[in-house]
Antibody, heavy 121, light 107 residues
Framework: EVQLVESGGGLVQPGRSLRLSCAAS????????MHWVRQAPGKGLEWVSG????????GYADSVKGRFTISRDNAKNSLYLQMNSLRAEDTALYYC??????????????WGQGTLVTVSS | DIQMTQSPSSLSASVGDRVTITCQAS??????LNWYQQKPGKAPKLLIY???NLETGVPSRFSGSGSGTDFTFTISSLQPEDIATYYC?????????FGPGTKVDIK
């Protein structure tokens, strides 16, 4: 059974940093691209970042480019999102999502339950 | 960025009704279009990929069609468990973008 378990969320002050993690199990992690997708409270879905199976291709939404860094450790079956210079508008539930394939631009076939990031003073 | 629009933004229908949601892309995206269902308090779930392919395990009352800029998502016979918000998503170009969602309710 595919499992994606996010962690690392919490309350953080504007301008500070946070690192999210996603532990994957139940599938061959390095066969798939992975993504972070977020949802602000009461709002729709926004793709944040994606990384190909071998980290060779990475993409970011314009809203986070230069502030967030996605990475993965295939030996640990884990996905990460380093979030720096956080803003109030980054407040959201952050989902880890597994692609159907290896490419960054793709289809989110399975989602974790999310970790909540609240940016507030 | 490619903009995605959906209509209606919400709808209320009776059990057994046929429900149709449309999604329009701001430019040609071929068939790089997916549909997701999000129930309240839950993570989204993939229903349809590549515009018309039913994800494994998804009931056959769900279907999708279209290509280019205009797409349609249909529930052939609405069930109580289909209460959710439905999103389209394009992945022709980065950044991948979602429609604003359509909230489906039971009348």
């Amino acid at each position: 059974e595919v499992q994606l378990v996010e962690s690392g969320g919490g309350l953080v002050q504007p301008g500070r940093s946070l690192r999210l993690s996603c532990a994957a199990s139940g599938f061959t992690f390095d066969d798939y691209a992975m993504h972070w997708v977020r949802q602000a409270p009461g709002k729709g879905l926004e793709w944040v970042s994606g990384i190909s199976w071998n980290s060779g291709s990475i993409g970011y939404a314009d809203s986070v480019k230069g502030r967030f860094t996605i990475s993965r450790d295939n030996a640990k079956n884990s996905l990460y999102l380093q979030m720096n210079s956080l803003r109030a508008e980054d407040t959201a539930l952050y989902y880890c999502a597994k692609d159907l394939g290896i490419a960054v631009a793709g289809t989110y076939g399975y989602w974790g339950q999310g970790t909540l990031v609240t940016v507030s003073s | 960025d490619i903009q995605m629009t959906q209509s209606p933004s919400s709808l209320s229908a009776s059990v057994g009704d046929r429900v149709t949601i449309t999604c329009q892309a701001s430019q040609d995206i071929s068939n790089y279009l997916n549909w997701y269902q999000q129930k309240p308090g839950k993570a989204p779930k993939l229903l349809i990929y590549d515009a018309s392919n039913l994800e494994t395990g998804v009931p056959s009352r769900f279907s999708g069609s279209g290509s280019g800029t205009d797409f349609t998502f249909t529930i052939s016979s609405l069930q109580p468990e289909d209460i959710a918000t439905y999103y389209c998503q394009q992945y022709d170009n980065l950044p991948s973008t979602f429609g604003p969602g359509t909230k489906v309710d039971i009348k």
